[in-house]
Protein backbone atom coordinates (compact mmCIF):
# COMPACT_ATOMS: atom_id res chain seq x y z
CA UNK A 1 0.00 0.00 0.00
CA UNK A 2 1.45 3.56 -0.60
CA UNK A 3 1.33 5.45 2.25
CA UNK A 4 -0.11 9.64 2.38
CA UNK A 5 3.50 11.00 1.41
CA UNK A 6 3.45 8.74 -1.51
CA UNK A 7 0.31 9.35 -2.54
CA UNK A 8 0.67 13.18 -2.31
CA UNK A 9 1.16 14.51 -5.62
CA UNK A 10 4.25 16.78 -4.83
CA UNK A 11 5.90 13.70 -3.72
CA UNK A 12 7.37 13.04 -6.75
CA UNK A 13 7.58 16.01 -8.08
CA UNK A 14 9.71 17.30 -5.38
CA UNK A 15 12.36 14.11 -5.34
CA UNK A 16 12.54 14.77 -8.79
CA UNK A 17 13.50 18.89 -8.55
CA UNK A 18 15.58 17.69 -5.61
CA UNK A 19 17.26 15.32 -7.72
CA UNK A 20 18.00 17.89 -10.56
CA UNK A 21 19.16 20.41 -7.97
CA UNK A 22 21.40 18.42 -6.05
CA UNK A 23 23.48 16.72 -9.46
CA UNK A 24 23.47 20.28 -11.12
CA UNK A 25 25.42 21.49 -7.93
CA UNK A 26 27.38 18.68 -8.32
CA UNK A 27 28.29 18.83 -11.82
CA UNK A 28 28.93 22.51 -11.35
CA UNK A 29 31.74 21.82 -8.84
CA UNK A 30 33.02 19.21 -12.19
CA UNK A 31 32.59 21.53 -14.70
CA UNK A 32 35.07 23.99 -12.04
CA UNK A 33 37.80 21.27 -11.67
CA UNK A 34 38.52 20.33 -15.12
CA UNK A 35 39.29 21.95 -18.18
CA UNK A 36 38.13 22.16 -21.55
CA UNK A 37 38.57 18.73 -23.71
CA UNK A 38 39.62 18.87 -27.35
CA UNK A 39 35.57 18.25 -28.93
CA UNK A 40 34.37 20.68 -26.26
CA UNK A 41 37.25 23.55 -27.15
CA UNK A 42 35.99 22.92 -30.71
CA UNK A 43 32.11 23.17 -29.97
CA UNK A 44 33.09 26.59 -28.45
CA UNK A 45 34.97 27.74 -31.80
CA UNK A 46 31.75 27.39 -33.18
CA UNK A 47 29.99 30.12 -30.90
CA UNK A 48 33.00 32.76 -32.39
CA UNK A 49 31.21 33.26 -35.44
CA UNK A 50 27.25 32.48 -35.68
CA UNK A 51 26.17 30.65 -38.48
CA UNK A 52 23.23 28.81 -39.72
CA UNK A 53 25.06 25.42 -39.48
CA UNK A 54 28.49 24.65 -39.55
CA UNK A 55 31.28 21.92 -40.88
CA UNK A 56 30.51 19.41 -38.83
CA UNK A 57 26.86 20.40 -36.76
CA UNK A 58 23.93 22.59 -36.87
CA UNK A 59 24.10 25.77 -34.58
CA UNK A 60 22.08 24.66 -31.71
CA UNK A 61 25.17 24.47 -29.47
CA UNK A 62 26.78 27.50 -30.90
CA UNK A 63 23.71 29.67 -29.32
CA UNK A 64 23.88 27.57 -26.05
CA UNK A 65 27.44 28.61 -25.23
CA UNK A 66 26.50 32.22 -26.38
CA UNK A 67 23.75 32.48 -24.61
CA UNK A 68 25.22 30.82 -21.23
CA UNK A 69 27.89 33.25 -21.49
CA UNK A 70 26.35 36.03 -21.79
CA UNK A 71 27.59 36.45 -25.31
CA UNK A 72 30.41 35.36 -24.93
CA UNK A 73 31.65 38.17 -21.44
CA UNK A 74 31.91 35.07 -19.39
CA UNK A 75 33.23 32.16 -22.45
CA UNK A 76 37.09 32.26 -20.05
CA UNK A 77 35.37 30.62 -17.41
CA UNK A 78 34.68 27.09 -18.20
CA UNK A 79 32.12 26.67 -15.82
CA UNK A 80 29.96 29.09 -17.67
CA UNK A 81 30.54 26.93 -21.40
CA UNK A 82 29.41 24.05 -19.73
CA UNK A 83 26.41 25.84 -17.81
CA UNK A 84 24.51 25.29 -21.07
CA UNK A 85 24.83 21.39 -20.38
CA UNK A 86 24.36 21.10 -16.84
CA UNK A 87 20.92 23.38 -17.41
CA UNK A 88 20.28 21.45 -20.17
CA UNK A 89 20.42 18.32 -18.43
CA UNK A 90 18.24 19.34 -15.87
CA UNK A 91 15.56 20.38 -18.40
CA UNK A 92 15.92 17.14 -20.19
CA UNK A 93 15.25 15.08 -16.90
CA UNK A 94 11.85 17.27 -16.45
CA UNK A 95 11.37 16.64 -19.48
CA UNK A 96 11.84 13.01 -19.39
CA UNK A 97 9.88 12.70 -15.64
CA UNK A 98 6.83 14.44 -17.04
CA UNK A 99 6.82 12.35 -20.34
CA UNK A 100 6.63 8.94 -18.02
CA UNK A 101 3.99 10.67 -15.58
CA UNK A 102 1.56 10.95 -18.69
CA UNK A 103 2.32 7.99 -20.03
CA UNK A 104 2.02 6.13 -16.70
CA UNK A 105 2.26 8.13 -13.51
CA UNK A 106 4.39 10.00 -11.33
CA UNK A 107 6.08 6.93 -10.13
CA UNK A 108 7.42 5.51 -13.42
CA UNK A 109 8.47 9.52 -14.19
CA UNK A 110 10.45 8.91 -11.14
CA UNK A 111 11.77 5.76 -12.51
CA UNK A 112 12.81 7.56 -15.76
CA UNK A 113 14.38 10.16 -14.09
CA UNK A 114 17.00 7.98 -12.41
CA UNK A 115 17.38 5.87 -15.07
CA UNK A 116 18.05 8.76 -17.12
CA UNK A 117 20.82 10.39 -14.57
CA UNK A 118 22.17 7.05 -14.53
CA UNK A 119 23.43 6.77 -18.13
CA UNK A 120 26.78 8.51 -18.52
CA UNK A 121 25.97 9.42 -22.32
CA UNK A 122 22.81 11.58 -20.57
CA UNK A 123 24.46 12.81 -17.37
CA UNK A 124 28.09 13.27 -18.67
CA UNK A 125 28.23 13.37 -22.39
CA UNK A 126 24.80 15.61 -22.92
CA UNK A 127 24.54 16.88 -19.22
CA UNK A 128 27.89 18.41 -18.07
CA UNK A 129 29.72 18.53 -21.22
CA UNK A 130 29.56 21.04 -23.72
CA UNK A 131 28.55 19.14 -26.88
CA UNK A 132 25.52 19.40 -29.17
CA UNK A 133 24.04 16.62 -27.36
CA UNK A 134 23.09 19.29 -24.82
CA UNK A 135 20.72 21.12 -26.31
CA UNK A 136 19.41 18.04 -28.57
CA UNK A 137 18.41 16.38 -25.22
CA UNK A 138 16.47 19.26 -24.17
CA UNK A 139 14.10 19.07 -27.64
CA UNK A 140 14.50 15.62 -27.89
CA UNK A 141 12.93 14.44 -24.17
CA UNK A 142 9.93 17.33 -24.92
CA UNK A 143 9.17 15.93 -28.33
CA UNK A 144 8.89 12.55 -26.28
CA UNK A 145 6.32 13.86 -23.68
CA UNK A 146 4.64 15.73 -26.90
CA UNK A 147 4.37 12.52 -28.68
CA UNK A 148 2.90 11.03 -25.33
CA UNK A 149 0.26 14.45 -24.79
CA UNK A 150 -0.64 13.49 -29.00
CA UNK A 151 -0.95 9.30 -28.09
CA UNK A 152 -3.85 10.77 -25.10
CA UNK A 153 -5.33 13.62 -27.06
CA UNK A 154 -4.82 12.60 -30.80
CA UNK A 155 -5.84 15.09 -32.68
CA UNK A 156 -5.21 18.21 -30.54
CA UNK A 157 -3.51 20.58 -32.43
CA UNK A 158 -1.31 22.31 -29.89
CA UNK A 159 0.82 19.19 -28.88
CA UNK A 160 1.45 18.43 -32.77
CA UNK A 161 2.52 22.07 -33.14
CA UNK A 162 4.66 21.78 -29.92
CA UNK A 163 6.10 18.55 -31.20
CA UNK A 164 6.80 19.87 -34.83
CA UNK A 165 8.68 22.52 -33.22
CA UNK A 166 10.68 20.49 -30.61
CA UNK A 167 11.64 18.20 -32.98
CA UNK A 168 12.77 20.51 -35.49
CA UNK A 169 14.95 22.06 -32.90
CA UNK A 170 16.08 18.68 -32.18
CA UNK A 171 17.48 18.68 -35.13
CA UNK A 172 19.18 22.06 -35.35
CA UNK A 173 21.08 20.59 -32.69
CA UNK A 174 22.08 17.19 -34.04
CA UNK A 175 21.54 15.37 -36.94
CA UNK A 176 20.20 12.20 -34.91
CA UNK A 177 17.33 14.19 -34.06
CA UNK A 178 16.09 13.03 -37.61
CA UNK A 179 15.10 9.79 -36.00
CA UNK A 180 12.43 10.95 -34.04
CA UNK A 181 10.23 10.98 -37.51
CA UNK A 182 11.94 8.03 -38.71
CA UNK A 183 10.30 6.35 -35.57
CA UNK A 184 7.28 7.76 -35.70
CA UNK A 185 6.72 7.51 -39.28
CA UNK A 186 7.80 3.26 -38.65
CA UNK A 187 4.86 3.02 -36.02
CA UNK A 188 2.67 5.23 -38.18
CA UNK A 189 3.11 3.16 -41.53
CA UNK A 190 3.03 -0.79 -39.28
CA UNK A 191 0.44 0.21 -36.46
CA UNK A 192 -1.61 3.52 -36.83
CA UNK A 193 -1.97 4.14 -40.47
CA UNK A 194 -5.43 6.05 -39.16
CA UNK A 195 -2.69 9.13 -38.59
CA UNK A 196 -1.96 9.32 -42.67
CA UNK A 197 -5.41 11.07 -42.19
CA UNK A 198 -4.59 14.18 -39.96
CA UNK A 199 -3.68 16.91 -40.94
CA UNK A 200 -1.86 17.39 -37.76
CA UNK A 201 0.66 15.42 -38.46
CA UNK A 202 1.11 16.95 -42.24
CA UNK A 203 1.47 20.86 -39.91
CA UNK A 204 3.66 19.62 -37.50
CA UNK A 205 5.91 17.97 -40.28
CA UNK A 206 5.76 21.29 -42.26
CA UNK A 207 6.89 23.02 -38.80
CA UNK A 208 9.89 20.85 -38.50
CA UNK A 209 11.18 21.35 -42.06
CA UNK A 210 10.78 24.70 -42.25
CA UNK A 211 12.79 24.51 -39.30
CA UNK A 212 15.35 22.45 -40.28
CA UNK A 213 15.41 24.16 -43.42
CA UNK A 214 18.90 26.55 -42.99
CA UNK A 215 21.38 22.94 -42.89
CA UNK A 216 19.88 22.37 -46.66
CA UNK A 217 20.38 26.16 -47.95
CA UNK A 218 23.67 26.28 -46.36
CA UNK A 219 24.79 23.27 -47.65
CA UNK A 220 23.16 24.15 -51.27
CA UNK A 221 25.42 26.69 -50.92
CA UNK A 222 28.74 24.88 -49.98
CA UNK A 223 28.76 22.11 -52.12
CA UNK A 224 26.72 19.85 -49.40
CA UNK A 225 30.11 19.88 -47.49
CA UNK A 226 28.46 18.71 -44.55
CA UNK A 227 27.17 15.21 -45.49
CA UNK A 228 30.13 14.60 -47.58
CA UNK A 229 32.23 14.78 -44.77
CA UNK A 230 29.61 12.97 -43.07
CA UNK A 231 29.34 10.10 -45.75
CA UNK A 232 32.89 9.16 -45.76
CA UNK A 233 32.47 8.19 -41.92
CA UNK A 234 29.54 5.96 -42.62
CA UNK A 235 29.04 5.30 -46.08
CA UNK A 236 30.03 1.13 -46.29
CA UNK A 237 32.84 0.98 -48.80
CA UNK A 238 33.97 -2.87 -47.89
CA UNK A 239 32.48 -5.58 -48.32
CA UNK A 240 34.54 -7.74 -45.22
CA UNK A 241 32.47 -7.30 -41.76
CA UNK A 242 34.66 -5.23 -38.89
CA UNK A 243 33.58 -7.89 -36.34
CA UNK A 244 36.31 -6.33 -33.48
CA UNK A 245 34.70 -2.91 -34.50
CA UNK A 246 30.90 -4.18 -34.18
CA UNK A 247 32.18 -5.58 -30.62
CA UNK A 248 33.44 -2.49 -29.86
CA UNK A 249 30.86 -0.85 -30.43
CA UNK A 250 28.47 -2.81 -28.23
CA UNK A 251 30.45 -2.24 -25.21
CA UNK A 252 31.21 0.99 -25.73
CA UNK A 253 27.40 1.16 -25.58
CA UNK A 254 26.96 -0.87 -22.75
CA UNK A 255 29.54 1.03 -20.58
CA UNK A 256 28.49 5.21 -21.92
CA UNK A 257 24.56 3.69 -21.25
CA UNK A 258 25.13 2.14 -17.96
CA UNK A 259 25.00 -1.74 -17.86
CA UNK A 260 21.99 -1.58 -15.47
CA UNK A 261 20.24 0.70 -17.62
CA UNK A 262 21.13 -1.26 -20.77
CA UNK A 263 19.66 -4.48 -18.82
CA UNK A 264 16.72 -3.18 -17.92
CA UNK A 265 16.12 -1.91 -20.69
CA UNK A 266 16.97 -5.31 -23.01
CA UNK A 267 14.28 -6.85 -20.17
CA UNK A 268 11.82 -4.17 -20.55
CA UNK A 269 11.48 -4.67 -24.70
CA UNK A 270 11.66 -8.71 -24.45
CA UNK A 271 8.82 -8.59 -22.03
CA UNK A 272 6.95 -5.60 -23.54
CA UNK A 273 3.96 -7.07 -24.89
CA UNK A 274 2.45 -8.40 -20.93
CA UNK A 275 2.60 -4.61 -19.80
CA UNK A 276 -0.82 -2.94 -19.31
CA UNK A 277 -0.74 0.66 -19.30
CA UNK A 278 -3.39 3.23 -20.66
CA UNK A 279 -1.16 4.89 -23.49
CA UNK A 280 0.83 1.93 -24.63
CA UNK A 281 0.87 3.89 -27.88
CA UNK A 282 3.56 6.05 -27.12
CA UNK A 283 6.05 3.62 -25.44
CA UNK A 284 5.50 1.85 -28.63
CA UNK A 285 6.55 5.01 -30.37
CA UNK A 286 9.28 5.40 -28.15
CA UNK A 287 10.61 2.08 -29.21
CA UNK A 288 10.30 2.67 -32.45
CA UNK A 289 12.45 5.67 -32.76
CA UNK A 290 15.11 4.06 -30.22
CA UNK A 291 15.46 0.78 -31.93
CA UNK A 292 15.50 1.90 -35.44
CA UNK A 293 18.23 4.33 -34.51
CA UNK A 294 20.51 1.51 -32.50
CA UNK A 295 19.55 -1.15 -35.53
CA UNK A 296 21.36 1.72 -37.73
CA UNK A 297 24.23 2.92 -35.89
CA UNK A 298 24.91 -1.19 -35.15
CA UNK A 299 24.51 -1.72 -39.10
CA UNK A 300 27.39 0.57 -39.86
CA UNK A 301 29.27 -0.74 -36.85
CA UNK A 302 29.46 -4.12 -39.24
CA UNK A 303 31.77 -2.08 -41.48
CA UNK A 304 32.49 1.60 -40.60
CA UNK A 305 34.15 3.20 -37.37
CA UNK A 306 31.41 3.96 -34.80
CA UNK A 307 30.95 6.33 -31.86
CA UNK A 308 29.52 4.84 -29.06
CA UNK A 309 27.90 8.00 -27.69
CA UNK A 310 25.94 7.92 -31.03
CA UNK A 311 23.72 5.35 -29.60
CA UNK A 312 22.74 7.72 -26.54
CA UNK A 313 19.44 9.09 -28.06
CA UNK A 314 18.25 5.63 -29.26
CA UNK A 315 18.58 4.66 -25.21
CA UNK A 316 16.94 7.76 -23.80
CA UNK A 317 13.76 6.61 -26.23
CA UNK A 318 13.90 3.26 -24.64
CA UNK A 319 14.12 4.37 -21.13
CA UNK A 320 10.27 4.60 -20.71
CA UNK A 321 9.61 1.16 -21.52
CA UNK A 322 12.06 0.17 -18.79
CA UNK A 323 10.85 2.78 -16.45
CA UNK A 324 7.06 1.55 -16.84
CA UNK A 325 8.43 -1.96 -16.40
CA UNK A 326 9.88 -0.87 -12.88
CA UNK A 327 6.63 0.70 -11.63
CA UNK A 328 4.41 -2.02 -12.40
CA UNK A 329 7.16 -4.93 -10.86
CA UNK A 330 8.80 -3.75 -8.15
CA UNK A 331 7.99 -3.02 -4.20
CA UNK A 332 7.04 1.12 -3.72
CA UNK A 333 9.64 1.51 -0.59
CA UNK A 334 12.63 -0.85 -1.94
CA UNK A 335 12.58 0.25 -5.09
CA UNK A 336 13.00 3.91 -3.98
CA UNK A 337 15.34 3.74 -2.18
CA UNK A 338 17.22 1.28 -4.22
CA UNK A 339 16.98 3.15 -7.19
CA UNK A 340 17.42 6.51 -6.25
CA UNK A 341 20.49 5.56 -4.21
CA UNK A 342 22.28 3.74 -6.88
CA UNK A 343 21.58 6.18 -9.46
CA UNK A 344 22.73 9.22 -7.64
CA UNK A 345 25.53 7.31 -5.93
CA UNK A 346 26.96 5.62 -9.79
CA UNK A 347 26.81 9.06 -10.92
CA UNK A 348 28.59 10.79 -8.10
CA UNK A 349 31.21 8.33 -7.94
CA UNK A 350 32.08 8.14 -11.81
CA UNK A 351 32.63 11.59 -12.38
CA UNK A 352 34.34 12.16 -8.92
CA UNK A 353 36.68 9.50 -10.19
CA UNK A 354 37.26 11.24 -13.66
CA UNK A 355 38.04 14.98 -11.51
CA UNK A 356 40.77 13.10 -9.35
CA UNK A 357 42.09 11.17 -11.96
CA UNK A 358 42.30 14.37 -14.09
CA UNK A 359 43.76 16.70 -11.70
CA UNK A 360 45.99 14.18 -8.97
CA UNK A 361 47.21 10.92 -11.12
CA UNK A 362 50.96 11.32 -10.70
CA UNK A 363 52.41 11.87 -14.78
CA UNK A 364 50.23 10.10 -16.91
CA UNK A 365 49.35 6.57 -17.97
CA UNK A 366 51.16 5.66 -21.05
CA UNK A 367 54.35 7.12 -20.51
CA UNK A 368 56.24 6.66 -24.04
CA UNK A 369 59.14 8.51 -25.66
CA UNK A 370 59.61 12.49 -25.06
CA UNK A 371 58.02 13.20 -28.79
CA UNK A 372 54.96 10.91 -27.63
CA UNK A 373 54.75 11.49 -24.24
CA UNK A 374 51.20 11.08 -22.65
CA UNK A 375 49.94 9.42 -25.84
CA UNK A 376 46.96 7.91 -25.71
CA UNK A 377 45.91 8.71 -22.18
CA UNK A 378 42.74 10.93 -22.38
CA UNK A 379 42.70 12.24 -19.05
CA UNK A 380 45.92 14.83 -20.48
CA UNK A 381 42.83 16.08 -22.69
CA UNK A 382 41.21 18.54 -19.80
CA UNK A 383 45.01 18.80 -17.82
CA UNK A 384 47.37 21.27 -17.79
CA UNK A 385 46.45 23.33 -21.36
CA UNK A 386 45.77 26.27 -18.84
CA UNK A 387 49.26 26.06 -17.57
CA UNK A 388 51.29 26.04 -20.68
CA UNK A 389 49.11 28.59 -21.96
CA UNK A 390 50.75 30.65 -19.56
CA UNK A 391 54.35 29.66 -20.39
CA UNK A 392 53.63 29.89 -24.30
CA UNK A 393 52.45 33.50 -23.92
CA UNK A 394 55.50 34.48 -21.68
CA UNK A 395 57.43 33.06 -24.83
CA UNK A 396 55.11 34.22 -27.39
CA UNK A 397 55.62 37.97 -26.31
CA UNK A 398 59.30 37.87 -25.45
CA UNK A 399 59.62 36.95 -29.25
CA UNK A 400 57.60 39.66 -30.58
CA UNK A 401 59.40 42.33 -28.30
CA UNK A 402 62.67 41.57 -29.79
CA UNK A 403 61.23 43.58 -32.80
CA UNK A 404 61.42 41.30 -35.55
CA UNK A 405 57.77 39.55 -34.92
CA UNK A 406 54.64 41.27 -35.63
CA UNK A 407 51.95 42.56 -33.21
CA UNK A 408 49.47 40.33 -35.24
CA UNK A 409 51.51 37.52 -35.57
CA UNK A 410 49.08 34.79 -35.24
CA UNK A 411 49.17 30.81 -34.48
CA UNK A 412 48.56 28.26 -36.68
CA UNK A 413 46.89 24.82 -36.69
CA UNK A 414 46.49 21.86 -38.67
CA UNK A 415 43.68 20.38 -37.58
CA UNK A 416 39.84 21.27 -35.84
CA UNK A 417 41.46 20.22 -32.68
CA UNK A 418 43.68 23.48 -32.69
CA UNK A 419 40.95 25.16 -31.37
CA UNK A 420 41.60 23.32 -27.67
CA UNK A 421 45.02 25.28 -28.07
CA UNK A 422 43.00 28.26 -29.21
CA UNK A 423 40.75 28.57 -25.95
CA UNK A 424 44.02 28.31 -23.46
CA UNK A 425 46.68 29.54 -25.47
CA UNK A 426 44.99 32.73 -27.52
CA UNK A 427 41.83 33.70 -26.12
CA UNK A 428 43.82 35.25 -23.04
CA UNK A 429 46.04 36.81 -24.89
CA UNK A 430 44.30 38.12 -27.68
CA UNK A 431 46.14 36.38 -30.47
CA UNK A 432 44.18 34.75 -33.62
CA UNK A 433 44.45 31.68 -34.85
CA UNK A 434 44.44 30.00 -38.00
CA UNK A 435 44.01 26.87 -39.69
CA UNK A 436 46.45 25.75 -42.60
CA UNK A 437 45.25 22.42 -43.94
CA UNK A 438 43.04 20.52 -46.23
CA UNK A 439 38.90 21.46 -45.12
CA UNK A 440 38.30 18.11 -43.94
CA UNK A 441 41.22 18.66 -41.42
CA UNK A 442 40.42 22.48 -40.37
CA UNK A 443 36.46 22.09 -40.52
CA UNK A 444 35.27 25.28 -39.37
CA UNK A 445 38.69 27.25 -39.27
CA UNK A 446 38.23 27.34 -42.98
CA UNK A 447 35.41 29.65 -42.52
CA UNK A 448 37.38 31.33 -39.67
CA UNK A 449 40.39 32.45 -41.73
CA UNK A 450 37.81 34.36 -44.43
CA UNK A 451 37.24 36.52 -41.15
CA UNK A 452 40.59 36.64 -39.35
CA UNK A 453 42.94 37.41 -42.36
CA UNK A 454 42.55 40.49 -42.24
CA UNK A 455 43.65 40.97 -38.58
CA UNK A 456 46.23 38.95 -39.03
CA UNK A 457 50.55 39.09 -40.89
CA UNK A 458 51.17 35.96 -41.97
CA UNK A 459 54.81 36.81 -42.43
CA UNK A 460 55.82 34.40 -39.63
CA UNK A 461 53.58 32.42 -37.49
CA UNK A 462 53.48 29.85 -34.60
CA UNK A 463 52.75 26.45 -33.94
CA UNK A 464 52.51 24.23 -30.93
CA UNK A 465 52.42 20.60 -30.74
CA UNK A 466 51.90 18.61 -27.97
CA UNK A 467 53.46 15.36 -27.39
CA UNK A 468 50.27 13.97 -27.52
CA UNK A 469 49.59 14.41 -30.74
CA UNK A 470 53.26 14.84 -32.14
CA UNK A 471 53.91 15.46 -35.98
CA UNK A 472 56.24 16.36 -38.69
CA UNK A 473 55.89 20.37 -38.31
CA UNK A 474 58.24 20.67 -41.75
CA UNK A 475 56.35 18.52 -43.76
CA UNK A 476 53.01 19.08 -42.96
CA UNK A 477 53.26 23.00 -42.97
CA UNK A 478 55.34 22.53 -46.44
CA UNK A 479 52.71 24.03 -48.47
CA UNK A 480 52.24 27.25 -46.35
CA UNK A 481 56.32 27.86 -44.75
CA UNK A 482 59.80 27.71 -46.30
CA UNK A 483 61.26 27.84 -42.22
CA UNK A 484 60.85 26.03 -39.10
CA UNK A 485 62.64 27.01 -35.94
CA UNK A 486 62.11 25.10 -32.18
CA UNK A 487 61.38 27.92 -30.27
CA UNK A 488 60.77 26.34 -26.97
CA UNK A 489 59.64 22.87 -25.11
CA UNK A 490 57.34 23.23 -22.23
CA UNK A 491 57.08 20.45 -19.77
CA UNK A 492 53.70 20.07 -17.53
CA UNK A 493 53.89 18.61 -14.46
CA UNK A 494 51.13 16.46 -12.75
CA UNK A 495 51.12 15.86 -9.42
CA UNK A 496 54.84 15.94 -9.61
CA UNK A 497 55.24 13.87 -12.71
CA UNK A 498 56.37 14.93 -15.76
CA UNK A 499 52.71 14.71 -17.71
CA UNK A 500 53.24 16.13 -21.00
CA UNK A 501 55.11 18.35 -23.12
CA UNK A 502 54.15 21.25 -25.54
CA UNK A 503 57.34 21.91 -28.22
CA UNK A 504 56.43 26.00 -29.62
CA UNK A 505 57.99 26.47 -33.16
CA UNK A 506 58.38 29.71 -35.35
CA UNK A 507 57.15 29.79 -39.19
CA UNK A 508 58.73 31.77 -41.64
CA UNK A 509 58.93 32.01 -45.43
CA UNK A 510 54.70 32.54 -45.87
CA UNK A 511 54.10 31.17 -49.24
CA UNK A 512 50.73 33.10 -49.67
CA UNK A 513 48.59 30.37 -49.89
CA UNK A 514 45.85 30.59 -47.20
CA UNK A 515 43.15 28.21 -47.15
CA UNK A 516 39.60 29.75 -46.66
CA UNK A 517 35.85 30.19 -48.29
CA UNK A 518 35.82 32.22 -51.20
Known amino acids: MINNAESDSFYYPKRVAILILFLSLFKLIAAASIELGTDESYYWLYSQQLQVNYFDHPPMVALWIRFFTANLLLQQYEVFIRLASIVSGGVATWFIYKTLETVHSKRAGW ?3 CLYNASLYASITAGLLIMPDAPQMVFYTLSLWMLARICKDEKKI ?3 VIFGIA ?3 CVMSKIHG ?4 VGLGLFILICKRAWLSYYQLYVAAIIAVAIISPIL ?22 SGINWMGFIGEIIGEIIINNPINVGLILIALFTWRKEELPLKTAVNIYNFIGVSLLATILFIALFRQTLPHWSGVAYVALIPAAAVRLANKTNEKKAYSALSKWSIGFFIFVLTAIVVIVNFYPGNFTKGTKEHFGKGDLSIDNYGWATAGKKIAAVYKNEIEKGHLAKSTPFVCNKWWGAHQEYYFCLPNDIEMIGLGE ?11 SKRKDRVDMTNAFCVVPSTDSYDVKETYKNYYSNVDTVSVIEIIR ?14 GWKNNLPEIK
Open 111 to 113: FAA
Open 158 to 160: FNW
Open 167 to 169: SGL
Open 178 to 181: IYLW
Open 217 to 238: FWNITYDFVTYKFHSERVVIEK
Open 439 to 449: INETHQYTWLN
Open 495 to 508: NKKPAHYFTMYRLS
